[in-house]
C-alpha cells in the first residue's frame, strides 16, 4: 500500500452521510422525530430526503427509488456494509437521551467513554429502524 500522501486540501468535517432504507418513511420520521434531525429538503424524483445534523446532513434513500437501486439488493440486516457512523450531540445528559429514546421504543447501549475525533468522551449506540447503528457523542472529556 502507497505511503500518505500530500493532498491540495485539508479534510475539514464529515458533509453528509448516505443510508438506503427499505422503510424510507420509517427512517426518515426515526431520523427526524427521534434523533432531532430537521428536514433540510426532499427530491422526490429520487426518492431522496437530506435531513439537517448540525453542520452535517443524513440523507435517506428509498433503496427501492432510482438513487437507491443504484446501490444493489436491499441492506441486508445480518451482514451490514456499515459499522456505524457518529454525531455529536450538546447538551450530553445520559440518561435524559436514554429515557428519550426508550420512550421511542429505540434500542440504545449504555453509556460508555469512547475515542472520537474530539478525543475522549462519553457516546451511547443506538440502533435506527433498520439496524444501522449510530453513535450518539457528548463532548470530550476534560482529563483526555
Known amino acids: 500500500?502507497?505511503?500518505?500522501?500530500?493532498?491540495?486540501?485539508?479534510?475539514?468535517?464529515?458533509?453528509?452521510?448516505?443510508?438506503?432504507?427499505?422503510?424510507?418513511?420509517?427512517?426518515?420520521?426515526?431520523?427526524?422525530?427521534?434523533?432531532?434531525?430537521?428536514?433540510e429538503r426532499e427530491v422526490t424524483d429520487f426518492s431522496l430526503t437530506?435531513?439537517?445534523?448540525?453542520?452535517?446532513?443524513?440523507?435517506?434513500?428509498?433503496?427501492?427509488?432510482?438513487?437507491?437501486k443504484k446501490g444493489g439488493a436491499s441492506p441486508d440486516h445480518d451482514a451490514p456494509n456499515m459499522d456505524h457512523f457518529c454525531v455529536q450531540v450538546l447538551p450530553w445528559d445520559a440518561e435524559t437521551i436514554l429515557e428519550h429514546l426508550r420512550a421511542h421504543g429505540a434500542t440504545a447501549s449504555s453509556p460508555e467513554r469512547r475515542y472520537g475525533a474530539?478525543?475522549?468522551?462519553?457516546?451511547?449506540?443506538?440502533?435506527d429502524p433498520e439496524g444501522n447503528t449510530l453513535e450518539l457523542k457528548g463532548p470530550p472529556s476534560k482529563d483526555g
Open 1 to 39: 500500500m502507497p505511503g500518505p500522501s500530500n493532498p491540495p486540501f485539508k479534510l475539514q468535517a464529515l458533509d453528509h452521510v448516505v443510508v438506503r432504507a427499505d422503510d424510507y418513511a420509517g427512517m426518515v420520521a426515526f431520523y427526524r422525530d427521534v434523533i432531532g434531525c430537521t428536514l
Open 50 to 68: 437530506q435531513l439537517r445534523a448540525g453542520d452535517s446532513l443524513i440523507d435517506i434513500v428509498d433503496a427501492a427509488g432510482p438513487l437507491g
Open 118 to 127: 474530539l478525543g475522549y468522551g462519553p457516546s451511547i449506540y443506538v440502533q
